[in-house]
């Protein structure tokens, strides 16, 4: 992605945390006539491979998977974003823009659907969702329906080989400029106004 220096974020730590947080994304891949997309929840490990996995899985019926097999394919996870008024920097000679935040992973794509495999992956992602709820729930490998449920999706494995980090929040303005867009934010109101002011106050701090 076209990614200004002021905006490019490469820290692994901070990258691996925002796709954690944000672990609902977009996988892209091309079948050779066409472009192809999924939107998927993902794990995302930054502790295997030489530069960690996401792992997934996804229908059988869904024919990406067939294409994408042994390919290079792009991850998209995207998180805050919000429209900025030029009138908020009150001063002259502005124009409207966007803030967000987004992480683009490109690696290679491998599918399997080994029995093993397959239940690992699908406890994982389980297990990632349901942590915050009172009661778990997990899902028992040992029955017809489970058997019958995971013999339409298969999952999948995306050694990861590259990352790119954007926090585009108006570092091409000045601290005073970008004070006013975060306090026209918190005025504007609404969870995601709140958190991208949170970013930019945090980004101005260091």
Sequence with gaps: MYNPKYYEVTDKTKLFEFMQDNSFGILFSHTGDEPMATHLPFVIDGQSGEQGLILGHMAK?????????????????????????????????????W???????????????????????????TAQHEASQPKPWQMDFNTEYSDQMLKRVVGFQIEITS???????????????????????????GEVNIRVAELIDEDIAG
């Design 61 to 97: 019926a869904n024919r990406q998977w067939r294409y994408a097999d042994g390919q290079q394919v792009m991850v998209v996870f995207h998180g805050p974003h919000t429209y900025v008024s030029p009138t908020w920097y009150q001063e002259e000679e502005v124009v409207p823009t």
């Design 99 to 125: 803030n967000y935040v987004a992480v683009h992973v490109t690696g290679i794509f491998r599918a399997f659907e080994d029995k093993k495999g397959m239940e690992e992956t699908v406890a994982r992602l």
């Design 163 to 189: 990352l790119q980090g954007k926090w585009k929040l108006n570092q091409n303005q000045s601290d005073e400029r970008r004070k006013r867009v975060a306090k026209q934010l918190k005025i504007a109101g």
